[in-house]
């Protein structure tokens, strides 16, 4: 699938500025604050890789002191209780492994580069959100019977997709802050923000991660995260899943449980029970996942509750002909 955002022209047919344009320019505006994250896309890179080098990954990290550093207190941390410290980065690179190493580049490279400079109250919202829906990526991802759902890549592909949000937290405050904390994050969020900028958290992503360079097939999930497109790549309807299932998660009476139940029943294959198996994964990687990142994050998960509605509700969408997805599929592109 094409972006459309890839693809909008630059000006409309009476030469005015396009949202496109605006999202540009609300990204020179980060540019100046943040550079660009060359050394975290490159380790990224040499890590595809299942056999890479390991002294080409530290020669690459030493090119960024604050991301080695981070690497370093991460293996040094109490969540591995090492005996003995790790004191250069070849041995950090060894001792994490392939899967934490990206994780942590992701992390201290891409995503905590840009959560410093936002409100400490815009913290809990962003994170609980993206490390939510990256473990419900990767567990779908895991679950999911087509061999080319891929683990890593749905991962990143939740914790990247809200970028966005972060962007406008930090270059717009006054007017965001207040705004992000909508608890309907789907289509309620994504109204109220294209009323005040013309644009919204997801294009802002996805234009993000086009800059980066990251591969088209993420960037593609990354942009219709919040659509149902019945036709579009597995990975596309694993984090429309992600998606889902975080808002269903942190408030089980909202109404996305029947769209998510939907998808997963008819892009995936997949009934309550292994509804049911996905919420528990979730939750668990989640819980992982705060370690890793060194994140702490308010309230709990209800399972219980979250099972109750998810069987209470399952017979209804088995048995109703009306579609729930049709405001999912409603919601247009950036174009």
């Known amino acids: 699938m094409e972006s459309s955002i890839r693809n909008a022209s630059q000006v409309d047919a009476k ?19 943040h550079s660009s994250p060359a050394v975290a896309l490159q380790v990224m890179e040499l890590t595809k890789d299942p056999d890479f ?16 550093a981070s690497i370093l207190r991460l293996v040094n941390s109490s969540y591995y209780g090492l005996s003995q410290p790790v ?31 936002t409100p400490a109250q815009f913290h809990q919202t962003y994170w609980k959100r993206s490390l939510t829906m990256a473990a ?24 990247l997709s809200d970028l966005g949000m972060l962007v406008l937290a930090q270059l717009e405050t006054d007017r965001y802050i207040e705004l992000a904390d909508d608890p309907d994050h ?5 109204k109220n923000e294209r009323a005040i900028f013309d644009f919204d958290h997801i294009s802002v992503s996805q234009r993000l991660l086009l800059k980066w360079g990251l591969p088209d097939p993420l960037v593609d999930a990354v942009a219709s995260h919040h659509t149902y497109l019945p036709f579009s790549p597995t990975l596309n309807h694993i984090l429309l899943v992600a998606n889902l299932m975080t808002e269903v998660l942190w ?16 892009r995936l294959g997949f009934g309550v029970d292994d509804f049911i198996s996905l919420a528990l994964g979730t939750e668990t990687a989640m819980k992982e996942s705060m370690d890793i990142f060194g994140i702490q994050l308010e309230g ?27 405001s999912l599929e409603s919601l247009p592109g950036v174009a």
């Open 15 to 33: 030469g005015e500025k396009t949202p496109t344009d605006a999202v540009d320019e609300l990204l020179s505006r980060l540019d100046k604050l």
């Open 251 to 266: 408030n089980p009476a909202c109404v996305y449980m029947q769209p998510l139940q939907q998808v997963l029943g008819r």
């Open 300 to 326: 709990n998960i209800d399972l219980e509750t979250v099972e109750q509605q998810a069987r209470e509700q399952f017979e209804q969408v088995a048995l109703s002909s009306e579609d729930d997805l049709d």
């Open 186 to 190: 789907t289509l309620q969020l994504v």
């Open 87 to 117: 004191v250069n980065l070849p041995h950090a690179v060894a001792y994490l492994g392939r899967r934490p190493l990206r994780l942590a580049v992701l992390s201290f490279g891409l995503v905590k580069t840009l959560v410093s400079g």
């Open 136 to 159: 419900a990526a990767r567990k779908c991802a895991e679950m999911s019977s087509d061999s080319d759902a891929d683990p890593d890549s749905a991962y990143a592909a939740g914790l």
């Open 53 to 68: 080098e390991l002294c080409d990954v530290a020669k690459c990290l030493e090119f960024d002191p604050a991301l080695a």
